[in-house]
């Protein structure tokens, strides 16, 4: 649900190219980004909430993908 929303917000009539997020992380400063990252949060979390961790992916691969070296340093295929 939370994807649909994100659509909504940015005024997206379709899902980007997977690469977008990664060329945009190339290129942009980091002072930006701690900026748009924290625009981001405040979008969807209110101010009173604890948020001990936050990840952006742009890999393209499903949350069920795990590489190689993750399975062998941990141990699990």
Excluded: W
Aim: aromatic residues 16%; charged residues 20%.
């Amino acid at each position: 649900m939370c994807f649909y929303r994100a659509l909504e917000i940015l005024d997206l009539s379709e899902v980007l190219h997977f690469t977008t997020l990664q060329k945009f992380l190339c290129r942009i400063k980091i002072h930006y980004l701690r900026i748009t990252f924290r625009k981001t949060l405040n979008l969807f979390y209110s101010s009173d909430e604890n948020i001990p961790i936050t990840a952006i992916d742009s890999s393209g691969f499903t949350s069920g993908y795990c590489s190689h070296y993750f399975s062998e340093r941990t141990g699990k295929i």
